[in-house]
């Protein structure tokens, strides 16, 4: 028995033009409204992100000077600089996202590779889960109550703890992500040619997802540039010029928590300055990382 219909025998609405003629004037009434909710919701959207971003342009430059990279903090009206804090930052973001990273990587080649559908590594997951929602300010008071009280007072390790435990969750998501998209069958073709497995997943896998795992890195690195409360608790900030990570070190997001609120306002244009300072440099690491990996490609 045939299943087809004819245009005769088809159900509903359809056999009436009027009917059809409303139901497409009422679907399109409906398309507009949505589609203007979302022209709306975007343009709010890049509304406040384009507001922020010429207050903070326009600020930064305004307070931007040779001496805000020449000069240490000085006093209020001493026309001072944020020398300390940017390197303060560069340290220890450096030597955080280096300990971390290295760690996650393996942690997330470990969860794709060697433990799919296990419960450790569904525990593990568990965990780099939580870490990666946590309130920063929890790491610092972990990291505190770990490092800095034991040894007697604030240092940059301290700090350079707290930021690799900050960046670990992201690589460790990023990088299983990218193995899990890795066919199967690349696998299967590359341990068929008698390499081993360790080989395969860091001559191949690795290769294959480099891209994806050098974005996390640069979310990681996003991420930790602006952190503030996690080194409030550790490094503490540090108004003179040190390099020695065995005590209290200065960074960008501290001296812009304390500058900001400040009623002097040479502080206030610094604090200006370091936000720009910091949104221009996650900035140039986006670009960098993108231009690289579209020379190797």
Same mark, same amino acid.
């Given at each position: 028995?045939?299943?087809?219909?004819? *245009?005769?025998?088809?159900?509903?609405? &359809?056999?009436?033009?009027? $009917?059809?003629?409303?139901?497409?004037?009422?679907?399109? &009434?409906?398309?507009?409204?949505?589609?203007?909710?979302?022209?709306?919701?975007?343009?709010?959207?890049?509304?406040?992100?384009?507001?922020?971003?010429?207050?903070?342009?326009?600020?930064?430059?305004?307070?931007?000077?040779?001496? +805000?990279?020449?000069?240490?903090?000085?006093?209020?009206?001493?026309?001072?600089?944020?020398?300390?804090?940017? $390197?303060?930052?560069?340290?220890?973001?450096?030597?955080?996202?280096?300990?971390?990273?290295?760690?996650?990587?393996? $942690?997330?080649?470990?969860?794709?590779?060697?433990?799919?559908?296990?419960?450790?590594?569904?525990? +593990?997951?568990?965990?780099?889960?939580?870490?990666?929602?946590?309130?920063?300010?929890?790491?610092?008071?972990?990291?505190?109550?770990?490092?800095?009280?034991?040894?007697?007072?604030?240092?940059?390790?301290?700090?350079?703890?707290?930021?690799?435990?900050?960046?670990?969750?992201?690589?460790?998501?990023?990088?299983?992500?990218?193995?899990?998209?890795?066919?199967?069958?690349?696998?299967?073709?590359?341990?068929?040619?008698? *390499?081993?497995?360790?080989?395969?997943? +860091?001559?191949?896998?690795?290769?294959?997802?480099?891209?994806?795992?050098?974005?996390?890195?640069?979310?990681?690195?996003?991420?930790?540039?602006?952190?503030?409360?996690?080194?409030?608790?550790?490094?503490?900030?540090?108004?003179?010029?040190?390099?020695?990570?065995?005590?209290?070190?200065?960074?960008?997001?501290?001296?812009?928590?304390?500058? *900001?609120?400040?009623?002097?306002?040479?502080?206030?244009?610094?604090?200006?300055?370091?936000?720009?300072?910091?949104?221009?440099?996650?900035?140039?690491?986006? $670009?960098?990382?993108?231009?690289?990996?579209?020379?190797?490609?």
């Amino acid at each position: 028995m045939s299943l087809s219909l004819t *245009a005769g025998m088809v159900p509903g609405p &359809r056999k009436d033009p009027a $009917v059809a003629a409303a139901l497409g004037r009422r679907r399109k &009434r409906a398309d507009r409204i949505i589609r203007s909710l979302c022209v709306a919701a975007t343009l709010v959207a890049l509304g406040f992100l384009a507001s922020i971003l010429f207050t903070l342009t326009i600020r930064g430059f305004e307070a931007m000077s040779p001496r +805000v990279f020449t000069h240490i903090t000085a006093a209020p009206g001493s026309e001072g600089g944020l020398l300390n804090a940017i $390197v303060g930052s560069i340290i220890q973001a450096a030597l955080g996202t280096a300990i971390g990273t290295p760690v996650g990587m393996l $942690v997330g080649t470990y969860l794709a590779e060697y433990a799919r559908g296990s419960k450790f590594g569904n525990l +593990v997951r568990f965990v780099s889960d939580i870490l990666l929602s946590a309130p920063s300010i929890l790491i610092g008071l972990f990291v505190y109550q770990i490092l800095v009280l034991p040894f007697g007072g604030f240092s940059g390790w301290a700090g350079v703890a707290a930021l690799a435990i900050i960046v670990i969750p992201v690589v460790v998501r990023t990088t299983e992500d990218m193995l899990n998209l890795i066919p199967n069958t690349l696998r299967e073709a590359v341990i068929g040619l008698g *390499a081993p497995k360790w080989k395969m997943i +860091v001559l191949i896998c690795w290769r294959s997802a480099m891209s994806g795992i050098i974005t996390g890195i640069l979310l990681a690195v996003a991420r930790v540039a602006g952190e503030t409360a996690p080194l409030l608790f550790t490094s503490l900030g540090n108004n003179a010029w040190s390099i020695d990570l065995t005590k209290p070190m200065a960074s960008l997001p501290i001296a812009i928590y304390s500058f *900001a609120g400040s009623p002097f306002e040479d502080w206030i244009a610094l604090a200006w300055a370091g936000a720009l300072l910091i949104t221009l440099g996650v900035l140039g690491l986006n $670009v960098l990382a993108r231009a690289v990996l579209s020379g190797r490609k």
